[in-house]
Structures are given as structure tokens and as C-alpha cells.
T-cell receptor, first 113, second 114 residues
């Protein structure tokens, strides 16, 4: 079983729709949760990060973490064609020395005009 | 301000050959991490270096090695290349070793092994 599971999609929605992206994880040591956006032929770009459980909002993006269910979500409101990309969830344990991010497989998202 | 710079951007190598990938972190960043991203998968952690010392290593064979220089730039070396080493190799920099949420990734080096 992978430490982080993410539905690879692809996911295709019309412009303006609300998009929900999700990841589940098995390692209860994870405390930091991140969402990255990756455009084709580019490196991942940090969108959101949260520490422990709770919600965080930034513009059209909302990240949710439910540690009791080991489940994280990213919501995109009023989706735009420019949001078309691969979205990666990533996690890491409490910082102690070496840090690595554990990524999900990524969900390919297309927003249709 | 320049971001994370990786070179070369693309590379084609033959099985059995050796390859060196280079990374220059954001100015002031002291930690560099390397990730391998196979097509259709999420990035996999290879190494982290901080202040020229290895701080972490992922589940990769000894054919993979890296080092960090006094100016905090870094090299990733892969010996005896296999077809399965074909991937996008990403470098990420951060101010310190423990702030993984503060990573900035470069655009990567796409390695094709034939």
C-alpha cells in the first residue's frame, strides 16, 4: 500500500465549476500537508500548505485536512482554463533533521472554456 | 530574483553510461533536495543536502549519488544508467533543512535513457 493515494484522473470540468481534489494517506506521523500545481514540462509550484488539521483559504483555493480520517482535500472555486494542470498532494512528518516530501500520484485536471 | 536553476534541461543517454545533473538554488537557500518524477507519477525523494552534508536519502540504489558545494549548488550523479532511470529529475531548494513546506522546485532535467 502506498503511503499517499491520489486519484490520477483525468478530471475534466467546465469553466466556473467547483473542483474537488482529494488524497488519503496511511502514515499518522504526517503533520504538514501541501498542494502543488504542476504545468506541463515545469516543476511543481506550491499552492497551499497546512499544518495539522483544519482549513486554509487563499483566494479561490481552499485546503482541508482531516487527520482523524487521514484525508486531505483541495477545492478550487470559479475554476478557470488557466487552472488546467496536474495537482499533487504532498506530506511530511514533524520537522526533525532530514525532511522529505511524500507525494501522491497527481491528478490531471482540465478546465474547459 | 532568479529561481532554482537546473541544467541541462534535456538529456539523452545510453544504457550503462553515467550522467551528472546540476542545480543552483535560490540565493540564500542552503538546502537542496533531489526528486525523481517518472511520467504519470508523483516525485520521489532521492537526497537532501544542507550545508554540504547529506541529511536524508530515499530508497534509491547506490548508483545514485550527490554532493553540495560551498556555494550551495548541487550535483546529482547516476552511474550505470538503466532504462528505468528515464524521468524528470527535480531539484528543490529551501532556506533550511527542516522547512519542507518552503520548497521551491526548479523546472527539472528530463533524462531519457535509450
Amino acid at each position: 500500500q502506498k503511503e499517499v493515494e491520489q486519484d490520477p484522473g483525468p478530471l475534466s470540468v467546465p469553466e466556473g465549476a467547483i473542483v474537488s481534489l482529494n488524497c488519503t494517506y496511511s502514515n499518522s506521523a504526517f503533520q504538514y500537508f501541501m498542494w502543488y500545481r504542476q504545468y506541463s514540462r515545469k516543476g511543481p509550484e506550491l499552492l497551499m500548505y497546512t499544518y495539522s488539521s483544519g482549513n486554509k483559504e487563499d483566494g479561490r483555493f481552499t485546503a482541508q485536512v482531516d487527520k482523524s480520517s487521514k484525508y486531505i482535500s483541495l477545492f478550487i472555486r470559479d475554476s478557470q482554463p488557466s487552472d488546467s494542470a496536474t495537482y499533487l498532494c504532498a506530506m511530511s512528518p514533524v520537522p526533525q533533521g532530514a525532511q522529505k516530501l511524500v507525494f501522491g500520484q497527481g491528478t490531471r485536471l482540465t478546465i474547459n472554456p | 530574483d532568479a529561481g532554482v536553476t537546473q541544467s541541462p534541461t534535456h538529456l539523452i543517454k545510453t544504457r550503462g553510461q553515467h550522467v551528472t545533473l546540476r542545480c543552483s538554488p535560490i540565493s540564500g537557500h542552503k538546502s537542496v533536495s533531489w526528486y525523481q518524477q517518472v511520467l504519470g507519477q508523483g516525485p520521489q525523494f532521492i537526497f537532501q543536502y544542507y550545508e554540504k552534508e547529506e541529511r536524508g536519502r530515499g530508497n534509491f540504489p547506490d548508483r545514485f549519488s550527490a554532493r553540495q558545494f560551498p556555494n550551495y549548488s548541487s550535483e546529482l550523479n547516476v552511474n550505470a544508467l538503466l532504462l528505468g532511470d528515464s524521468a524528470l529529475y527535480l531539484c528543490a531548494s529551501s532556506l533550511e533543512a527542516g522547512t519542507s513546506y518552503g520548497y521551491t522546485f526548479g523546472s527539472g532535467t528530463r533524462l531519457t535513457v535509450v
